[in-house]
């Protein structure tokens, strides 16, 4: 007989959270913090959503989402999580640049970028301070209608290289563009120039289970292989859900599954005003990646002087529709040395990551998908070589992720790696206008993706569900 994966699961929660990306985790602490009875279903056979790894023989522990994020994971960890998530939490120093137009390390933040744009690349001092105000000044109440490349234009006019150097980094980071809106680029560049890029050491897989133990401490009744199919709506708002074929009832339920999904496939169009239901099918989502792991043979080393994050490429000009061409001249590659995972094996990893479009790969035959991964794989290795001569010889595994693996572990449509474009953020948020007790927390908008973002968001969600149950005097929080 198969497993029952909701065996022990009562008949009725609080707040049901669907998906266990880091924004629905991070809910579903601070609610069972809170004392509400939360269930919390993730339809994959681990907890992290894209937050996530995977184990390969001989020691090896691939990362896939854990390159950089902002100094602001440190705070919101310590207070949405716990000190000892918090304390592991350290500064990437080698950021290095690789491209035609120059070559470079630092260790991004606004005093080494002030130095650089000023020194090397010779912008006068005012100028560079404008921009740095203007950009940290950038909130969402701002107005909309400038666009990051007209931002680019106004401080640093025809300066292609200041462009690059700029914005490659965030365009790696959360897939936006010099169409979107400038205060998308602002928020998020102005987050990592704070105090540069940090990572979490210990893994994500040390992550994830400080979490999960976390949420148990907090009484989060957590499920893995619960496929939530249906989110089930009656004249009084959410009702429960459908999930593996049970019906649980539940006063709230915080979608962390993707946007588009949440509101046309689990929810359906009729339970929602027409006008929201077009406005919903008009959110574009955010492009996919593809990746390729690499493990070095066991007492191979690599220089740390290499670098932390290395962006590289050969295209003599940054165009971000370049960056997501199958036909790959740009790239991310992330060293890991051993102190990425201080207690285990000595192991050197590392992971090349590019955008990618969904298209490029989602009608390819078996063969065809096999072949071109392999040459994602080859492609790369060529790439590599000139940061770490004699590749080949020093790795003992290579293997690629596509948008089809993304699509395959999270059920992002089109293999959405940083959510929505920026139009998702409203429709987010409109939830809960529309239907009573629904929210959705996970990535959107571009200000809302990444590591930080989804927490965020997952915090300021699970304030909103926290009020609205605290109005039904039923429910007597414990704190
Ligand atoms: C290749 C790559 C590299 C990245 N690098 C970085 C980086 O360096 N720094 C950074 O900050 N961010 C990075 N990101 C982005 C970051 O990982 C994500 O923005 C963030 O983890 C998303 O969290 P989330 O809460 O939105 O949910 P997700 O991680 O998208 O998780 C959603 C969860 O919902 C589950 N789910 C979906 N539907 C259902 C259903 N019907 N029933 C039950 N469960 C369901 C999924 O299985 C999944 O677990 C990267 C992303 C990718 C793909």
Redesign the pocket.
């Known amino acids: 007989m198969p497993k029952d994966f909701l065996a022990g699961v009562l008949p009725e929660y609080d707040v049901v959270v669907?998906?266990?990306?880091?924004?629905?985790m991070t809910s579903a602490n601070i609610l069972g913090r809170a004392g509400h009875r939360v269930l919390l279903?993730?339809?994959?056979y681990k907890l992290?959503?894209?937050?996530t790894w995977f184990k390969r023989p001989g020691s090896h522990t691939f990362d896939?989402?854990?390159?950089?994020?902002p100094y602001g994971m440190l705070k919101s960890c310590r207070r949405y999580w716990n000190e000892e998530i918090a304390a592991n939490i350290h500064q990437l120093n080698n950021i290095r640049f690789d491209n035609p137009m120059f070559s470079l390390t630092t260790t991004f933040n606004r005093e080494d970028f002030t130095k650089l744009l000023t020194g090397p690349f010779g912008i006068e001092p005012e100028a560079v301070k404008q921009f740095f105000e203007t950009a940290r000044g950038m909130n969402f109440y701002d107005d909309q209608s400038m666009t990051t490349g007209e931002l680019f234009e106004k401080f640093f006019p025809g300066r292609e290289d200041v462009v690059r150097l700029l914005m490659e980094p965030i365009t790696y980071?959360n897939g936006s563009t010099l169409e979107d809106p400038a205060i998308t680029y602002g928020i998020v560049f102005s987050n990592f120039m704070a105090k540069g890029v940090f990572i979490y050491e210990g893994g994500t897989d040390d992550l994830v289970t400080k979490m999960q133990a976390e949420l148990t401490k907090n009484g989060v009744d957590t499920r893995i292989r619960?496929?939530?199919?249906k989110i089930l709506v009656g004249a009084g708002g959410v009702q429960g859900v459908l999930v593996n074929g049970r019906e649980i009832k539940c006063k709230a339920v915080v979608s962390?599954?993707?946007l588009r999904?949440t509101i046309l496939d689990?929810v359906g169009v009729e339970h929602f005003e027409p006008q929201f239901v077009a406005d919903s099918k008009a959110v574009r989502l955010n492009n996919s990646?593809t990746?390729v792991y690499m493990a070095l043979k066991p007492g191979v080393t690599i220089p740390e002087s290499t670098g932390d994050l290395l962006f590289c490429s050969t295209a003599p000009l940054f165009r971000t529709n370049l960056l997501l061409d199958r036909n790959i001249t740009s790239r991310t590659f992330s060293f890991y040395y051993p102190k990425t995972r201080p207690t285990g094996k000595e192991r050197f990893a590392i992971v090349s990551?590019t955008n990618a479009n969904w298209s490029d790969w989602a009608n390819l035959t078996e063969e065809e998908y096999a072949a071109s991964k392999q040459d994602l794989v080859e492609t790369t290795l060529d790439a590599l070589e000139k940061y770490v001569p004699n590749c080949r010889e020093k790795i003992e595994l290579a293997e690629a992720a596509t948008p089809r693996t993304?699509h395959h572990?999270?059920?992002?449509q089109l293999g959405a790696?940083?959510?929505t474009k920026f139009e998702g953020l409203a429709v987010s948020r409109g939830l809960p206008q529309q239907i009573q007790g629904l929210y959705h927390?996970?990535?959107v908008g571009i200000i809302m993706?990444?590591?930080?973002?989804?927490i965020n968001y997952?915090v300021i969600v699970s304030n909103e569900v926290d009020s609205l149950l605290c109005k039904d005097s039923s429910i007597l929080p414990v704190n």
């Open positions: 669907i998906g266990s990306g880091l924004a629905g279903l993730e339809q994959h992290g959503g894209l937050a896939i989402s854990l390159h950089g994020f980071a619960c496929d939530v199919s962390n599954s993707n999904s689990m990646s990746q990551s993304f572990y999270t059920k992002h790696s940083f959510g927390a996970g990535s993706s990444g590591w930080l973002g989804a997952g």
